[in-house]
Protein backbone atom coordinates (compact mmCIF):
# COMPACT_ATOMS: atom_id res chain seq x y z
CA UNK A 1 0.00 0.00 0.00
CA UNK A 2 1.28 2.82 -0.92
CA UNK A 3 2.39 5.29 2.34
CA UNK A 4 1.25 8.97 3.00
CA UNK A 5 3.01 11.18 5.43
CA UNK A 6 1.37 10.51 8.89
CA UNK A 7 0.17 14.39 8.79
CA UNK A 8 -2.13 13.92 5.85
CA UNK A 9 -3.74 10.80 7.42
CA UNK A 10 -6.93 11.02 9.81
CA UNK A 11 -7.50 7.27 9.93
CA UNK A 12 -5.01 4.17 9.91
CA UNK A 13 -5.73 1.21 10.81
CA UNK A 14 -2.76 -1.68 10.80
CA UNK A 15 -3.51 -5.29 11.22
CA UNK A 16 -6.34 -5.32 12.57
CA UNK A 17 -7.75 -8.74 14.04
CA UNK A 18 -10.58 -9.99 15.46
CA UNK A 19 -12.49 -12.93 16.43
CA UNK A 20 -15.55 -14.03 18.33
CA UNK A 21 -15.38 -17.34 19.94
CA UNK A 22 -13.62 -19.52 16.85
CA UNK A 23 -14.53 -17.25 14.25
CA UNK A 24 -11.71 -14.88 13.19
CA UNK A 25 -13.79 -12.01 11.64
CA UNK A 26 -10.75 -10.12 10.85
CA UNK A 27 -7.32 -11.55 10.01
CA UNK A 28 -5.05 -8.48 9.37
CA UNK A 29 -7.44 -5.65 8.00
CA UNK A 30 -5.30 -2.56 7.11
CA UNK A 31 -6.56 0.89 5.49
CA UNK A 32 -5.27 4.29 5.39
CA UNK A 33 -7.98 7.37 4.90
CA UNK A 34 -6.27 10.23 3.84
CA UNK A 35 -7.65 13.35 5.04
CA UNK A 36 -10.70 15.03 2.95
CA UNK A 37 -11.14 11.57 1.29
CA UNK A 38 -13.98 8.86 0.87
CA UNK A 39 -13.40 5.64 1.46
CA UNK A 40 -16.16 2.82 1.02
CA UNK A 41 -15.54 -0.80 2.17
CA UNK A 42 -17.92 -3.24 0.43
CA UNK A 43 -18.20 -7.09 1.30
CA UNK A 44 -21.21 -9.57 1.89
CA UNK A 45 -23.28 -9.50 4.72
CA UNK A 46 -21.02 -10.68 7.84
CA UNK A 47 -17.73 -10.09 6.53
CA UNK A 48 -16.80 -7.69 8.99
CA UNK A 49 -16.89 -4.29 7.76
CA UNK A 50 -19.22 -2.94 10.73
CA UNK A 51 -16.80 -4.80 13.27
CA UNK A 52 -14.13 -2.91 11.31
CA UNK A 53 -15.36 0.45 11.99
CA UNK A 54 -16.59 -0.26 15.50
CA UNK A 55 -12.78 -0.44 15.92
CA UNK A 56 -12.04 1.83 14.29
CA UNK A 57 -14.32 3.91 16.15
CA UNK A 58 -12.95 2.20 19.47
CA UNK A 59 -16.31 1.14 20.48
CA UNK A 60 -14.63 -2.61 20.21
CA UNK A 61 -11.35 -3.34 21.17
CA UNK A 62 -9.54 -5.45 18.10
CA UNK A 63 -7.31 -8.78 19.49
CA UNK A 64 -4.38 -6.81 17.85
CA UNK A 65 -3.43 -4.88 15.67
CA UNK A 66 -3.16 -0.81 15.89
CA UNK A 67 -5.84 1.91 14.85
CA UNK A 68 -5.00 6.03 15.28
CA UNK A 69 -7.14 8.31 14.26
CA UNK A 70 -5.74 11.75 13.72
CA UNK A 71 -2.46 10.53 15.26
CA UNK A 72 -3.84 9.50 18.69
CA UNK A 73 -3.65 5.50 18.71
CA UNK A 74 -6.99 4.51 20.01
CA UNK A 75 -7.24 2.15 23.13
CA UNK A 76 -4.08 3.61 24.12
CA UNK A 77 -3.99 7.60 24.16
CA UNK A 78 -7.91 7.70 24.05
CA UNK A 79 -10.31 5.04 24.46
CA UNK A 80 -12.76 6.65 21.77
CA UNK A 81 -12.24 8.07 18.01
CA UNK A 82 -11.43 11.49 18.47
CA UNK A 83 -13.61 14.50 16.71
CA UNK A 84 -15.24 11.80 14.95
CA UNK A 85 -18.84 11.10 14.20
CA UNK A 86 -20.78 7.26 13.95
CA UNK A 87 -23.42 5.58 12.42
CA UNK A 88 -22.69 2.24 12.87
CA UNK A 89 -25.52 -0.85 12.88
CA UNK A 90 -28.27 2.06 12.46
CA UNK A 91 -28.45 4.27 15.36
CA UNK A 92 -30.91 4.00 18.15
CA UNK A 93 -32.73 6.37 20.20
CA UNK A 94 -34.85 6.78 22.77
CA UNK A 95 -38.52 5.82 21.73
CA UNK A 96 -40.90 8.39 23.79
CA UNK A 97 -38.64 11.62 22.84
CA UNK A 98 -38.89 13.73 19.93
CA UNK A 99 -35.76 13.94 17.31
CA UNK A 100 -34.84 17.29 18.80
CA UNK A 101 -34.87 15.92 22.51
CA UNK A 102 -32.81 12.94 21.38
CA UNK A 103 -30.13 15.51 20.08
CA UNK A 104 -30.00 17.28 22.86
CA UNK A 105 -29.69 14.59 25.29
CA UNK A 106 -26.89 13.21 23.31
CA UNK A 107 -24.92 17.09 22.88
CA UNK A 108 -25.33 17.48 26.80
CA UNK A 109 -22.92 14.42 26.96
CA UNK A 110 -20.89 15.49 24.30
CA UNK A 111 -21.14 18.86 25.57
CA UNK A 112 -20.56 20.61 21.98
CA UNK A 113 -24.02 20.62 19.73
CA UNK A 114 -26.05 23.91 20.30
CA UNK A 115 -30.22 23.97 19.78
CA UNK A 116 -29.15 25.82 17.10
CA UNK A 117 -26.67 23.76 15.49
CA UNK A 118 -29.39 20.54 16.34
CA UNK A 119 -32.10 22.43 14.47
CA UNK A 120 -29.34 23.14 11.52
CA UNK A 121 -28.31 19.49 11.37
CA UNK A 122 -32.02 18.46 11.45
CA UNK A 123 -32.81 20.57 8.54
CA UNK A 124 -29.71 18.96 6.90
CA UNK A 125 -30.76 15.64 7.08
CA UNK A 126 -34.60 16.40 5.72
CA UNK A 127 -36.36 16.06 9.04
CA UNK A 128 -38.29 18.70 10.26
CA UNK A 129 -36.53 20.08 13.82
CA UNK A 130 -39.86 21.29 15.28
CA UNK A 131 -41.72 18.29 14.92
CA UNK A 132 -42.79 17.22 18.55
CA UNK A 133 -43.76 12.88 17.13
CA UNK A 134 -42.09 10.89 18.98
CA UNK A 135 -39.03 8.83 17.13
CA UNK A 136 -40.82 5.97 18.28
CA UNK A 137 -43.50 6.39 15.49
CA UNK A 138 -40.96 7.69 12.56
CA UNK A 139 -40.28 5.33 9.55
CA UNK A 140 -36.52 3.52 8.99
CA UNK A 141 -36.10 5.97 6.46
CA UNK A 142 -36.66 9.26 9.12
CA UNK A 143 -34.84 7.31 11.83
CA UNK A 144 -31.97 6.53 9.14
CA UNK A 145 -31.77 10.43 8.66
CA UNK A 146 -31.57 10.91 12.48
CA UNK A 147 -29.13 8.79 12.92
CA UNK A 148 -26.97 10.33 10.14
CA UNK A 149 -27.64 13.88 11.97
CA UNK A 150 -27.06 12.43 15.18
CA UNK A 151 -23.15 11.51 13.10
CA UNK A 152 -22.59 15.04 12.16
CA UNK A 153 -24.50 16.93 15.27
CA UNK A 154 -21.02 18.07 16.24
CA UNK A 155 -19.48 18.42 12.90
CA UNK A 156 -16.79 16.25 13.14
CA UNK A 157 -13.83 15.85 11.34
CA UNK A 158 -14.01 12.10 10.20
CA UNK A 159 -16.75 10.17 9.88
CA UNK A 160 -17.09 6.29 10.13
CA UNK A 161 -20.85 5.40 8.31
CA UNK A 162 -22.40 1.91 8.03
CA UNK A 163 -24.54 1.92 5.21
CA UNK A 164 -25.46 5.26 5.28
CA UNK A 165 -28.23 5.16 2.72
CA UNK A 166 -29.86 2.43 4.54
CA UNK A 167 -33.60 2.33 4.49
CA UNK A 168 -34.06 5.60 2.20
CA UNK A 169 -35.89 5.91 -0.88
CA UNK A 170 -34.01 6.90 -3.97
CA UNK A 171 -34.38 10.74 -3.01
CA UNK A 172 -33.13 10.38 0.24
CA UNK A 173 -30.27 8.34 -0.79
CA UNK A 174 -29.24 11.27 -3.34
CA UNK A 175 -30.20 14.26 -0.27
CA UNK A 176 -27.06 11.84 1.38
CA UNK A 177 -25.13 11.79 -1.48
CA UNK A 178 -25.18 15.68 -1.54
CA UNK A 179 -24.56 16.14 2.04
CA UNK A 180 -21.47 13.47 2.39
CA UNK A 181 -20.16 15.58 -1.22
CA UNK A 182 -20.02 18.57 0.24
CA UNK A 183 -19.03 17.93 3.71
CA UNK A 184 -15.78 16.12 1.75
CA UNK A 185 -15.69 19.39 0.11
CA UNK A 186 -15.22 20.76 3.48
CA UNK A 187 -13.22 18.67 4.51
CA UNK A 188 -14.71 16.00 6.49
CA UNK A 189 -12.60 12.78 5.69
CA UNK A 190 -15.13 9.60 5.56
CA UNK A 191 -15.08 5.95 5.82
CA UNK A 192 -18.11 4.55 4.58
CA UNK A 193 -19.85 0.76 4.20
CA UNK A 194 -22.40 0.02 1.62
CA UNK A 195 -23.34 -2.91 -0.31
CA UNK A 196 -24.32 -0.36 -3.27
CA UNK A 197 -22.03 -0.62 -6.24
CA UNK A 198 -23.67 2.31 -7.63
CA UNK A 199 -23.23 4.49 -4.06
CA UNK A 200 -19.38 3.32 -3.76
CA UNK A 201 -19.40 4.60 -7.51
CA UNK A 202 -20.71 8.24 -7.17
CA UNK A 203 -19.16 8.99 -3.62
CA UNK A 204 -16.17 7.17 -2.82
CA UNK A 205 -12.19 8.12 -3.97
CA UNK A 206 -10.96 4.19 -3.02
CA UNK A 207 -13.32 1.73 -2.02
CA UNK A 208 -12.24 -1.69 -0.33
CA UNK A 209 -13.38 -5.05 -0.12
CA UNK A 210 -13.76 -6.89 3.40
CA UNK A 211 -12.75 -10.43 2.09
CA UNK A 212 -12.07 -13.20 4.52
CA UNK A 213 -10.92 -10.68 6.70
CA UNK A 214 -8.56 -8.91 4.76
CA UNK A 215 -9.04 -5.23 3.38
CA UNK A 216 -8.27 -5.02 -0.33
CA UNK A 217 -8.67 -2.93 -3.29
CA UNK A 218 -11.71 -3.53 -5.12
CA UNK A 219 -10.95 -3.67 -8.50
CA UNK A 220 -14.26 -5.50 -10.81
CA UNK A 221 -15.41 -4.67 -14.45
CA UNK A 222 -16.96 -0.99 -14.01
CA UNK A 223 -16.33 -0.10 -10.59
CA UNK A 224 -12.32 -0.26 -9.50
CA UNK A 225 -11.15 0.44 -12.85
CA UNK A 226 -13.45 3.33 -13.48
CA UNK A 227 -11.99 5.07 -9.78
CA UNK A 228 -8.70 4.17 -10.87
CA UNK A 229 -9.17 6.11 -13.91
CA UNK A 230 -10.94 9.22 -12.57
CA UNK A 231 -8.25 9.73 -9.90
CA UNK A 232 -5.84 9.59 -12.88
CA UNK B 1 -21.04 17.50 33.39
CA UNK B 2 -20.75 14.84 30.92
CA UNK B 3 -20.60 12.37 33.41
CA UNK B 4 -24.26 13.41 35.03
CA UNK B 5 -25.55 14.22 31.22
CA UNK B 6 -24.62 10.36 30.60
CA UNK B 7 -26.67 9.04 33.72
CA UNK B 8 -29.65 10.84 33.05
CA UNK B 9 -29.61 8.92 29.83
CA UNK B 10 -29.06 5.81 31.51
CA UNK B 11 -32.07 7.07 34.20
CA UNK B 12 -34.19 7.65 31.52
CA UNK B 13 -33.38 4.83 29.43
CA UNK B 14 -34.04 2.46 32.75
CA UNK B 15 -37.25 4.60 33.89
CA UNK B 16 -39.33 5.34 30.50
CA UNK B 17 -40.37 1.91 30.58
CA UNK B 18 -44.03 0.72 30.65
CA UNK B 19 -43.40 -2.35 33.15
CA UNK B 20 -42.74 -0.14 35.78
CA UNK B 21 -46.29 0.15 35.68
CA UNK B 22 -46.84 -3.52 37.20
CA UNK B 23 -45.77 -1.82 40.85
CA UNK B 24 -49.00 -0.32 41.16
CA UNK B 25 -51.24 -3.63 41.44
CA UNK B 26 -48.23 -5.64 42.64
CA UNK B 27 -47.82 -2.92 46.03
CA UNK B 28 -51.81 -1.98 46.15
CA UNK B 29 -52.50 -6.34 46.75
CA UNK B 30 -49.25 -6.44 49.32
CA UNK B 31 -51.08 -3.07 51.02
CA UNK B 32 -54.48 -4.72 51.02
CA UNK B 33 -53.16 -8.58 51.64
CA UNK B 34 -51.05 -6.98 54.44
CA UNK B 35 -53.82 -4.72 56.00
CA UNK B 36 -56.31 -7.69 56.22
CA UNK B 37 -53.62 -9.56 57.82
CA UNK B 38 -53.28 -6.90 60.74
CA UNK B 39 -56.86 -5.99 61.35
CA UNK B 40 -57.65 -9.97 61.33
CA UNK B 41 -54.90 -10.60 63.86
CA UNK B 42 -55.49 -7.93 65.86
CA UNK B 43 -59.26 -8.65 66.03
CA UNK B 44 -58.36 -11.96 66.65
CA UNK B 45 -56.63 -11.03 69.78
CA UNK B 46 -59.03 -8.40 70.62
CA UNK B 47 -56.65 -5.52 69.43
CA UNK B 48 -59.45 -2.88 68.59
CA UNK B 49 -59.22 0.98 68.52
CA UNK B 50 -59.95 2.38 71.63
CA UNK B 51 -59.46 -0.57 74.16
CA UNK B 52 -59.66 1.52 77.66
CA UNK B 53 -56.15 1.08 79.54
CA UNK B 54 -54.33 0.32 76.21
CA UNK B 55 -50.65 3.05 76.29
CA UNK B 56 -49.98 2.61 72.56
CA UNK B 57 -52.36 2.06 69.60
CA UNK B 58 -53.76 -1.56 69.33
CA UNK B 59 -52.04 -1.63 65.56
CA UNK B 60 -50.68 1.16 62.79
CA UNK B 61 -49.76 1.30 59.63
CA UNK B 62 -45.93 0.41 60.83
CA UNK B 63 -47.52 -3.45 61.14
CA UNK B 64 -48.43 -3.98 58.11
CA UNK B 65 -45.14 -2.33 56.32
CA UNK B 66 -42.92 -4.85 58.67
CA UNK B 67 -44.19 -8.20 57.77
CA UNK B 68 -44.38 -7.36 54.15
CA UNK B 69 -40.42 -6.36 53.76
CA UNK B 70 -39.31 -9.19 56.21
CA UNK B 71 -41.34 -11.75 54.66
CA UNK B 72 -39.29 -14.46 52.71
CA UNK B 73 -41.62 -15.17 49.83
CA UNK B 74 -42.33 -11.39 48.91
CA UNK B 75 -39.00 -10.52 48.92
CA UNK B 76 -37.97 -13.68 46.40
CA UNK B 77 -40.91 -13.62 44.22
CA UNK B 78 -42.09 -10.38 44.42
CA UNK B 79 -40.01 -7.51 45.37
CA UNK B 80 -36.32 -8.14 44.60
CA UNK B 81 -38.10 -9.88 41.10
CA UNK B 82 -39.85 -7.25 40.38
CA UNK B 83 -37.02 -4.94 40.46
CA UNK B 84 -34.92 -7.28 38.03
CA UNK B 85 -37.60 -8.05 35.35
CA UNK B 86 -37.50 -4.04 35.37
CA UNK B 87 -33.69 -3.48 35.33
CA UNK B 88 -32.77 -7.01 33.73
CA UNK B 89 -31.55 -5.16 30.53
CA UNK B 90 -29.95 -2.31 31.41
CA UNK B 91 -26.93 -4.36 29.51
CA UNK B 92 -25.93 -5.28 27.28
CA UNK B 93 -26.03 -1.61 26.15
CA UNK B 94 -28.58 -0.17 24.05
CA UNK B 95 -27.95 1.46 20.79
CA UNK B 96 -28.49 4.65 21.48
CA UNK B 97 -26.22 3.84 24.88
CA UNK B 98 -23.32 3.10 22.59
CA UNK B 99 -23.71 6.23 21.08
CA UNK B 100 -24.09 8.16 24.09
CA UNK B 101 -20.83 6.12 25.46
CA UNK B 102 -19.24 7.36 22.29
CA UNK B 103 -19.61 11.31 23.45
CA UNK B 104 -18.94 10.62 26.79
CA UNK B 105 -15.61 8.83 26.10
CA UNK B 106 -14.43 6.76 28.41
CA UNK B 107 -15.33 3.34 29.68
CA UNK B 108 -14.93 4.02 33.59
CA UNK B 109 -17.37 6.47 33.88
CA UNK B 110 -19.59 4.22 31.84
CA UNK B 111 -19.05 1.41 34.01
CA UNK B 112 -19.99 4.35 36.90
CA UNK B 113 -23.18 5.46 35.51
CA UNK B 114 -24.14 2.06 35.06
CA UNK B 115 -23.50 0.54 38.77
CA UNK B 116 -24.56 4.48 40.15
CA UNK B 117 -28.38 3.72 38.02
CA UNK B 118 -29.10 0.41 39.75
CA UNK B 119 -28.43 2.23 42.92
CA UNK B 120 -30.54 5.23 42.43
CA UNK B 121 -32.80 2.74 40.97
CA UNK B 122 -32.72 0.82 44.08
CA UNK B 123 -33.21 3.32 46.41
CA UNK B 124 -36.11 4.79 44.60
CA UNK B 125 -38.02 1.51 44.11
CA UNK B 126 -37.74 0.91 47.96
CA UNK B 127 -38.44 4.02 49.17
CA UNK B 128 -41.32 4.05 46.72
CA UNK B 129 -42.33 0.71 48.25
CA UNK B 130 -42.50 1.82 51.64
CA UNK B 131 -43.82 5.24 51.36
CA UNK B 132 -46.87 3.41 49.18
CA UNK B 133 -47.66 0.59 51.49
CA UNK B 134 -47.78 2.83 54.75
CA UNK B 135 -50.05 5.56 52.37
CA UNK B 136 -52.16 2.85 51.75
CA UNK B 137 -52.52 0.89 55.16
CA UNK B 138 -52.77 4.13 56.99
CA UNK B 139 -56.42 4.57 56.45
CA UNK B 140 -57.26 1.29 57.93
CA UNK B 141 -54.84 0.60 60.46
CA UNK B 142 -53.81 5.04 60.99
CA UNK B 143 -50.70 6.11 61.61
CA UNK B 144 -48.83 6.60 64.92
CA UNK B 145 -44.96 7.03 65.31
CA UNK B 146 -44.74 4.67 68.09
CA UNK B 147 -45.08 0.62 68.11
CA UNK B 148 -48.45 -0.16 68.38
CA UNK B 149 -49.51 -3.01 70.55
CA UNK B 150 -49.68 -5.27 67.85
CA UNK B 151 -46.33 -5.34 67.33
CA UNK B 152 -45.41 -5.07 70.49
CA UNK B 153 -47.13 -8.28 71.84
CA UNK B 154 -44.73 -10.11 69.03
CA UNK B 155 -47.17 -12.80 68.17
CA UNK B 156 -45.96 -12.32 64.51
CA UNK B 157 -42.65 -13.48 63.44
CA UNK B 158 -42.80 -10.79 60.80
CA UNK B 159 -42.63 -8.01 63.27
CA UNK B 160 -39.40 -6.59 64.14
CA UNK B 161 -39.46 -6.92 67.62
CA UNK B 162 -35.93 -7.27 68.16
CA UNK B 163 -35.84 -3.28 68.17
CA UNK B 164 -38.66 -2.54 69.89
CA UNK B 165 -36.75 -1.58 73.53
CA UNK B 166 -34.35 -0.06 71.60
CA UNK B 167 -36.07 2.13 68.60
CA UNK B 168 -38.54 3.57 67.04
CA UNK B 169 -40.46 1.97 64.15
CA UNK B 170 -38.78 4.49 62.03
CA UNK B 171 -35.31 3.95 62.93
CA UNK B 172 -35.83 0.13 62.75
CA UNK B 173 -37.60 1.04 58.81
CA UNK B 174 -34.11 2.77 57.90
CA UNK B 175 -32.45 -0.15 58.99
CA UNK B 176 -34.65 -2.59 56.87
CA UNK B 177 -34.20 -0.11 53.98
CA UNK B 178 -30.69 0.04 54.19
CA UNK B 179 -30.41 -3.93 53.84
CA UNK B 180 -33.05 -3.44 50.83
CA UNK B 181 -31.56 -0.97 49.24
CA UNK B 182 -28.01 -2.32 49.60
CA UNK B 183 -29.15 -6.15 48.72
CA UNK B 184 -31.04 -5.25 45.58
CA UNK B 185 -27.66 -3.31 44.34
CA UNK B 186 -26.14 -5.97 44.77
CA UNK B 187 -27.93 -8.27 43.14
CA UNK B 188 -28.45 -5.92 40.13
CA UNK B 189 -24.85 -5.62 40.05
CA UNK B 190 -24.69 -9.26 39.73
CA UNK B 191 -27.02 -9.60 37.42
CA UNK B 192 -24.60 -6.86 35.10
CA UNK B 193 -21.90 -9.47 35.74
CA UNK B 194 -23.55 -12.02 34.22
CA UNK B 195 -24.98 -10.19 31.29
CA UNK B 196 -21.30 -8.52 30.34
CA UNK B 197 -20.26 -12.30 30.02
CA UNK B 198 -22.91 -14.42 28.31
CA UNK B 199 -24.20 -11.00 26.99
CA UNK B 200 -27.71 -12.21 27.37
CA UNK B 201 -29.87 -9.97 30.16
CA UNK B 202 -32.28 -13.40 30.82
CA UNK B 203 -29.03 -15.45 31.62
CA UNK B 204 -28.10 -12.49 33.97
CA UNK B 205 -31.61 -12.69 35.58
CA UNK B 206 -31.54 -16.24 35.97
CA UNK B 207 -28.54 -16.32 37.46
CA UNK B 208 -29.86 -13.86 40.36
CA UNK B 209 -32.71 -15.48 40.64
CA UNK B 210 -31.07 -18.91 41.02
CA UNK B 211 -29.02 -17.48 43.85
CA UNK B 212 -31.80 -15.91 45.69
CA UNK B 213 -33.79 -19.27 45.65
CA UNK B 214 -30.76 -21.31 46.39
CA UNK B 215 -30.67 -18.93 49.42
CA UNK B 216 -33.95 -18.70 50.30
CA UNK B 217 -33.59 -23.21 50.64
CA UNK B 218 -30.01 -22.87 52.24
CA UNK B 219 -31.89 -20.44 54.85
CA UNK B 220 -33.95 -23.36 56.10
CA UNK B 221 -31.53 -25.85 56.16
CA UNK B 222 -29.43 -23.85 58.78
CA UNK B 223 -31.16 -23.67 61.27
CA UNK B 224 -29.25 -25.13 64.19
CA UNK B 225 -26.12 -23.67 63.16
CA UNK B 226 -23.92 -21.34 64.17
CA UNK B 227 -25.28 -17.33 64.14
CA UNK B 228 -22.14 -16.55 61.72
CA UNK B 229 -22.51 -19.73 59.17
CA UNK B 230 -26.49 -18.34 59.44
CA UNK B 231 -26.15 -15.09 57.79
CA UNK B 232 -24.45 -16.98 54.58
CA UNK B 233 -27.30 -17.28 52.85
CA UNK B 234 -28.49 -14.13 51.00
CA UNK B 235 -32.30 -13.74 51.50
CA UNK B 236 -31.46 -13.14 55.36
CA UNK B 237 -29.73 -10.40 54.57
CA UNK B 238 -32.86 -8.40 52.87
CA UNK B 239 -35.11 -9.32 56.04
CA UNK B 240 -34.20 -8.16 59.71
CA UNK B 241 -36.48 -11.04 61.26
CA UNK B 242 -38.11 -14.25 60.05
CA UNK B 243 -38.03 -17.61 60.56
CA UNK B 244 -35.47 -19.23 61.41
CA UNK B 245 -33.48 -16.34 61.30
CA UNK B 246 -36.01 -15.09 64.02
CA UNK B 247 -33.61 -15.27 66.86
CA UNK B 248 -30.35 -13.80 65.38
CA UNK B 249 -28.11 -13.04 67.79
CA UNK B 250 -25.60 -11.16 65.26
CA UNK B 251 -25.71 -7.87 65.11
CA UNK B 252 -27.66 -5.89 62.01
CA UNK B 253 -24.42 -4.05 61.11
CA UNK B 254 -23.23 -7.74 60.27
CA UNK B 255 -25.53 -7.74 57.22
CA UNK B 256 -24.70 -4.44 55.64
CA UNK B 257 -21.05 -5.67 55.64
CA UNK B 258 -22.56 -8.96 54.35
CA UNK B 259 -23.09 -6.61 51.64
CA UNK B 260 -20.53 -4.53 51.63
CA UNK B 261 -18.13 -8.05 51.21
CA UNK B 262 -20.45 -8.92 47.90
CA UNK B 263 -19.60 -5.31 46.42
CA UNK B 264 -15.95 -5.63 46.83
CA UNK B 265 -15.88 -8.81 44.82
CA UNK B 266 -18.46 -7.56 42.55
CA UNK B 267 -17.69 -4.10 41.50
CA UNK B 268 -13.69 -4.27 40.90
CA UNK B 269 -15.28 -7.35 38.19
CA UNK B 270 -17.23 -5.44 36.04
CA UNK B 271 -15.08 -2.96 36.10
CA UNK B 272 -12.43 -5.13 34.45
CA UNK B 273 -15.30 -6.08 32.59
CA UNK B 274 -16.69 -3.07 31.44
CA UNK B 275 -12.92 -1.84 30.16
CA UNK B 276 -13.04 -4.53 27.54
CA UNK B 277 -16.51 -4.51 26.99
CA UNK B 278 -17.65 -3.76 23.02
CA UNK B 279 -21.04 -1.97 21.71
Redesign the interface.
Known amino acids: MEQLPSQNICLKAEKITKKFNKNKVLKGASIELPLRAIYGICGFNGSGKSVFL?IC?????PDSGTVSIFNKKIGNE???APDTG?LI??????A?YSAAR?LE??A????KGSAARIREVLEQVGLNAADKKPVGTFSTGMKQRLGLA?ALM?EPQLLLLDEPTNGLDFAGQREIYTILSELRGSGVSILLTSHSLDEMKILCDKVFEMDRGVLSPFVRPGIGEELEDERQ | MKFKAFLEIELKQLLLRWRWLGFIPIFAFLSYRMSNFVLNSSLARGLTIGVAGQAAVPFNAWDALFPTYNNAWYTVFVLVNFFLICVCDSLPESKFGSIAVFRLRSRKGWWLAKTLSILILATLYTLAGFLVILLAVSPRLGFSWQWSVFALEADSILVPFAFQKVSTPLSAALTLFGMNVLGLWVFGVLMQLVTLLTRRYLFGYGVVMFTLISSFILSHLLVNVSPFLKILPAIHNFNMNFWPYLYRDLPMRWSYLYWIVWLFILLPLTFRLMKKASF
Not at chain 1, 89 to 94: Q, V
Not at chain 1, 108 to 111: I, P, Q, T
Open positions: KSGLMLLEFIDGAGFLSNLLKVSGQE
